[in-house]
């Protein structure tokens, strides 16, 4: 059976990181970015230090990532 879609041509997946300013509490390092990731909890946006990956702050996303099903939109539209 062949798919619609194309494979990707990335060997690896990667997050667009907005550097953010500050220094970690955990291990001190200025090396701080926000981002979105998928845990068995869900999505969740967090703000992360990269060099121990302690996590600063954790807020829940949308429940489908960056995906916004039509049904959602439509009722957007009528509100």
Known sequence: MAHSFLRPAERHL?????????????????????????????????????????????EPAAPFGSYVPLGLEIARSLE
């Open 14 to 58: 990667h997050v667009q990181r907005t550097p953010l300013a500050g220094t970690c509490p955990e291990c001190g390092a200025q090396e701080l970015a926000a981002y979105r990731v998928l845990s068995d909890g869900g999505f969740f946006d967090v703000h992360k230090c990269q060099r121990c990956l302690y996590s600063l702050e954790r």
